[in-house]
């Protein structure tokens, strides 16, 4: 025997009971009665707290359209017959209206009265909504929390406009604390940014409570860099899901860093940590901050919260964690290069503080480091490239090449090299074929061949490629560029740059005169060949990016070209005043030591003093301590008894500390 048969609910009342209990978070029953008013097309939204004949109440007033449409037989209608459309939203509840919406009526319609509107339950005793429609009048809808019986009836007084007012009565006493103007403001600003940035609706709230005030709710900002390489991904069936996701290193455990999930610009999940689907790294590491929005999630039918665990929630996990290593590198990439900073701006300070207290102390040594190492010779031959890799010539013109052979650290490599040039097909001359630079001769049929250069160093050899095009003629200049477009020189050393102008085809022009034009600061040029130049760096020019221009003019026109230079050194161990390095050693006693081979001050992280320091916001003065501490033994350590190593410590601090309280407090 088998019996087969369709699910139903047993205890109607029972279900409905259990709706209404799902909404356990007050203010998301007071979000989902706004975006109802957002659904009804309202553009004003006034949220009210006061007391109103011994009663505390909240009161929600919109400019919509009204209750005006009802579902009837399972078709969804608008009508002007208000009375019916009110009593149909608590006899309709959990009906899927907007599964029988046309397509383009789908797209305007988050959601419905009857959807969560049992969320009154989780806020006050009882509940009033009137509505009118343009063309109705003005009726009532009055629940009261925990019964199954429901009224409607003409209001007592007509509203002037079209729209709705809902009104809670007799809040309880522990959602009171949370409806207040700031807190709910702060709530609503993220809860429904999307809507209100997508709508342009405005929500004002009042808060007439003794201690309230006024709040305008503006869409909550997300703070952080900007992951702009990630603003979508793609699930198994095609569908998009966009992302705005933003690195905010300043989150805290008491104010963390959230990911929204949101559908429709609905969000369903505060944070994607909320799910045990995506309990992993990026969304756990409390820096990620924005949103995920997918409209193909479903939701549970009482409510717009939570998230149904259905087959497009499998494909948005599943697409989600094809870019999670990725960013997940990215922000501990990112908090790599945050320590480093903030550690080389400590380091900055710490040595200006230092400099300042020590103007008296006369017979102390400062930190002495190693001489930098003189820059060595560069590498064995490793690669060459021509420059340009390919140019446009008009037929009759003069080109130059020039080839730049280079080491495996990309350093110019210039001796003991030679240089064998070739041209093929032969659509010119070409002159210097064993030099540094040739010039190719274009003929006077249009063509194109290749160029190549072959370089020796002993038994080394690189070979380079380069297209030259010739053609009848050439347009109007068009743009200027200077290469390499990023290279590097070290100071007192020297780097050959080569400008081209073409037209809007990329033609060489003939008889251009370029200016050159560089920091005085950093070099100057010491040669300057028409489109060609070679910059020279001063032994102390400043180390960094710096940038070169060439000035191009011909007949009454003026274009600018540019490229970037980096200049630096030869990594060395250290500068005069001596960087940190954390080492992290828990089970040891020892808060910091001396590495004069590394010239590095090494500090136990993981001490401590060193832990108290960072959680009471004194990071600066404990490292400074311990500065001072490894100038005091560096200086007489080896010559002083303790307690005279103990008075030149109390010396150096009695100085330091003053001017590091002074530098923090200006």
Not at 6 to 13: K, Q
Not at 485 to 493: E, N, T
Not at 549 to 558: D, L, T
Not at 628 to 646: M, R, W
């Amino acid at each position: 025997m088998s019996i087969e048969g369709n699910l139903s609910i047993g205890d109607e009342w029972q279900a409905i009971q259990f709706i209404a209990a799902g909404q356990l978070n007050p203010r998301k029953a007071v979000a989902e009665l706004i975006e109802n008013s957002i659904d009804a097309g309202a553009k004003h939204i006034l949220v009210v707290r006061e007391k109103l004949r011994g009663e505390t109440l909240l009161r929600i007033q919109d400019d919509g359209r009204g209750v005006d449409h009802c579902e009837d037989a399972g078709k969804f209608i608008y009508s002007d017959d208000i009375a019916t459309n009110l009593s149909r939203i608590p006899t309709h509840i959990c009906d899927s209206i907007k599964r029988k919406l046309d397509a383009q009526a789908r797209e305007k319609v988050i959601g419905e009265f009857g959807i969560g509107i049992l969320g009154f339950w989780a806020l006050g005793q009882s509940f009033h909504l009137r509505s009118r429609t343009s063309r109705s009048d003005t009726y009532s809808l009055i629940m009261e929390r925990q019964k199954r019986s429901f009224r409607v009836e003409k209001a007592k007084e007509r509203m002037a406009e079209a729209g709705t007012e809902v009104a809670i009565i007799g809040l309880l006493d522990t959602t009171k604390r949370l409806l207040s103007a700031q807190r709910l403001g702060d709530y609503l600003a993220r809860e429904i940014r999307d809507r209100l940035l997508g709508t342009g609706a405005e929500i004002e709230i009042e808060d007439k409570l003794p201690g309230g005030g006024k709040v305008h709710v503006e869409p909550m900002p997300f703070s952080g860099e900007h992951l702009s390489d990630f603003t979508e991904v793609v699930t198994k069936s095609g569908r998009v899901a966009n992302l705005e996701l933003y690195m905010n290193f300043a989150s805290t455990s008491s104010e963390p860093a959230q990911v929204g999930l949101y559908r429709k610009g609905t969000r369903l999940v505060p944070n994607l940590t909320d799910l045990d689907d995506l309990q992993r790294e990026p969304w756990t590491l409390n820096i990620l901050e924005g949103k995920v929005e997918y409209p193909f999630l479903s939701t549970s039918p009482a409510t717009r919260t939570g998230v149904a665990r259905d087959e497009h929630f499998a494909e948005l996990v599943s697409a989600l964690n094809s870019i999670e290593t990725i960013i997940t590198k990215q922000i501990k990439q990112r908090q790599k290069e945050l320590r480093e900073e903030q550690e080389s701006e400590l380091v900055d300070f710490l040595k200006d503080a230092f400099k300042k207290a020590f103007r008296d102390l006369t017979e102390y040594e400062f930190f002495k480091g190693p001489k930098p190492p003189t820059p060595p010779k560069p590498g064995p031959l490793s690669k060459v490239e021509i420059v340009p890799s390919s140019i446009a010539i008009v037929s009759g013109s003069r080109w130059q090449f020039t080839a730049e052979p280079t080491d495996e650290n990309d350093y110019n490599v210039r001796e003991d090299v030679t240089f064998l040039w070739g041209l093929s097909p032969q659509i010119g001359e070409l002159h210097g074929k064993e030099k540094k630079t040739c010039e190719v001769v274009a003929g006077k049929k249009p063509g194109k061949a290749t160029v190549s250069v072959e370089v020796r160093q002993g038994a080394r050899s690189a070979h380079s490629t380069a297209e030259v095009k010739v053609v009848e003629q050439s347009g109007e200049l068009s743009t200027v560029t200077v290469l390499p477009r990023v290279c590097m020189v070290w100071r007192g050393y020297s780097r050959n740059l080569t400008t081209t102008c073409t037209d809007d085809e990329g033609i060489h022009i003939p008889s251009v005169a370029v200016q050159w034009l560089c920091p005085p600061t950093h070099g100057t040029f010491s040669s300057i060949a028409g489109l060609k130049a070679t910059f020279q760096a001063k032994a102390d020019a400043p180390l960094g990016a710096m940038t070169v221009k060439a000035i191009a003019k011909i007949r009454n026109k003026q274009l600018e070209g540019s490229s970037t230079l980096y200049i630096t050194v030869p990594q060395k161990v250290g500068e005069k005043f001596p960087p940190y390095i954390l080492s992290p050693e828990p089970l040891s006693s020892w808060r910091s030591r001396w590495d004069p081979d590394s010239f590095q001050l090494k500090i136990n992280s993981e001490h401590p003093d060193h832990k108290r320091a960072k959680q009471e916001g004194a990071v600066k003065e404990y490292i400074a301590m311990l500065y001072a501490k490894e100038l005091v033994l560096i200086n007489f350590g080896k010559t002083s008894t303790p307690s005279d190593l103990l008075e030149r410590l109390v010396e150096v601090e009695s100085r330091l500390f003053p001017v590091i309280r002074r530098d923090l407090s200006g």
